[in-house]
């Protein structure tokens, strides 16, 4: 029985420094399940210098949104002096923030992103959109034309805008797929020159890639397989969450694209994270790196992280 | 389609595909059609998948389908990942220079169809006396490859009076 004494309100601080994807999770499992029924609500305190990755900001706002839904109340905490609050709404971050989260010291006024919408080449504010509503057909060629553009002396640059079109457009087509009816998904992209990188990003709450694909395991006889291993599968030779033969087929283009730049692929699934280095040309189940029994975080979360060097 | 020249997801492939249909089946019968990619910029595994891919295995043994002025190999990447992942070979010509993208023959078939690509037309006993196989031999390994969609055939009167079929490349 839910008492009031048992009802608590958790606070998830982020490190003041850069934040990964590992780094977030390591900080959500120290905050707890919060999307469990005991926590009423949720403080984010983010620090001065605290840098976030874009796949982070992707899934945090992910995280607020779902949070909010649950009627739970968020509360951002940005330190005065920071610079993380400039570059969140820069990102279009509270563009897309549920109406019902508190920011403080307040929410920005005006959208960095709006302002400024496509004058920076090395990154695309963060994309919108909805399974309820037909896919904007243009927003696949402008995430990759971005790519191109943050890379105007790279003699392959051509080849990385097709496979950042190809990336963009399969994952974003997966949500439309196998997500199920729910919160908004997103999708954005930063490129890192000091670090030679370029990270994609698309996000959905949603019911999770292996629960939607649960039958087509089954048909197959894979549920003796660790979720790894059929992660690794479905980005290697995909599988099919329909009868027809020509299903499955989103992550794994999307994988083999990226496996040609050498890129990372992490994933986010409901309590796991797995990180995927590339290994002989492809993905390889040895050479996962996987965080297990993680708070919740409904949906799928998929990033690809391009080494351009 | 409709000038979009980057079309992408299954949901546009599948609109595309039913035009595409839909052209097929009207006017005069037709035993080959050629797919310009002229102006196309970019497309996804999924668009390639619905678009191409599927159309192309629907008239299979009926109607040869291949693709033309097709340059770009982001989008050649596409087209063989999403042939290949349904079982459909895609004849694609660049000028006189012919490649299958998609599903590959068997071993066994594989020094039948590069004869078949070099050449018009052939006929099984033609590749019997190159190959020093039996003309029995030569019928089932290019009747494979028609079943799979690697070539098209006509039905011809044999010298013999009986009936021979003359095997073609698409396009």
């Known amino acids: 029985m839910v008492t009031e004494s048992s009802l608590v309100e958790r606070k998830l601080s982020l490190p003041d420094k850069w934040v990964d994807t590992h780094t977030f999770d390591n900080t959500l499992c120290r905050c707890g399940d919060v999307l469990g029924p005991f926590v009423t609500g949720v403080i984010v305190d983010i620090p001065p210098n605290c840098k976030l990755m874009i796949d982070v900001i992707v899934r945090l706002l992910s995280l607020c949104n779902q949070l909010s839904a649950c009627t739970k109340r968020v509360r951002l905490h940005f330190g005065d002096a920071g610079t993380a609050i400039g570059y969140l709404n820069r990102m279009g971050f509270f563009d897309h923030l549920a109406a019902a989260v508190e920011v403080y010291p307040h929410r920005p006024t005006l959208s960095g992103a709006t302002i400024h919408r496509g004058s920076n080449k090395g990154l695309v504010e963060i994309e919108r959109f909805n399974r309820s509503v037909p896919a904007d057909k243009t927003l696949a060629p402008r995430l990759a034309e971005t790519v191109k553009r943050g890379w105007p002396d790279r003699a392959d640059r051509n080849a990385i805008e097709s496979a950042s079109f190809s990336i963009f457009s399969e994952l974003i087509g997966n949500v439309y797929e196998h997500s199920g009816p729910g919160l908004d998904a997103y999708a954005a992209l930063q490129t890192y020159p000091q670090a030679k990188k370029v990270t994609v990003t698309v996000s959905d709450s ?76 492809t993905y390889q189940p040895h050479m996962a790196y996987s965080q297990e029994q993680l708070p919740l975080l409904w949906g799928t979360h998929i990033s690809f992280s391009f080494r351009l060097d | 389609m409709d000038g979009d020249t980057k079309p992408w997801g299954r949901e546009l492939g599948r609109v595309t595909a039913e035009r595409l249909v839909s052209t097929i089946s009207t006017g005069p019968e037709k035993h080959l059609v050629k797919l310009s990619m002229e102006g196309v910029e970019q497309i996804d595994a999924s668009f390639a998948s619905e678009a191409i891919a599927e159309v192309i295995g629907r008239y299979r043994k009926k109607i040869g389908i291949c693709l033309v002025d097709l340059s770009d190999d982001g989008i050649r990447f596409n087209i063989d990942m999403a042939a290949a992942h349904v079982g459909v070979p895609v004849t694609v010509w660049n000028g006189s220079q012919v490649d299958i993208l998609g599903a590959k023959p068997s071993s066994g078939n594989r020094e039948a169809l590069n004869y078949a690509l070099e050449r018009r037309e052939v006929r099984a006993s033609e590749f019997a006396d190159v190959a020093g196989i039996s003309i029995a031999n030569a019928s089932t390994k290019f009747k494979s490859l028609w079943d799979n969609g690697f070539l098209m055939r006509v039905e011809t009167a044999a010298d013999s009076g009986g009936v021979e079929f003359l095997y073609r490349r698409i396009g």
Not at chain 1, 258 to 278: C, E, G, K, S, W
Request: proline share 3%; aromatic share 4%.
């Open chain 1, 206 to 281: 949603g019911m999770g890639i292996m629960a939607s694909l649960k039958p087509a395991f089954e048909r197959k006889g894979l549920t003796s397989m660790s979720e790894v291993a059929i992660l690794v599968e479905m980005f290697r030779r995909g599988i099919s969450s329909k009868e027809e033969g020509n299903r499955g087929l989103g992550l794994m283009t999307s994988g083999r694209h990226a496996i040609r730049f050498n890129a990372d692929l992490d994933v986010r699934l409901l309590n796991q994270r797995v990180l995927l280095r590339p290994s002989q040309d």
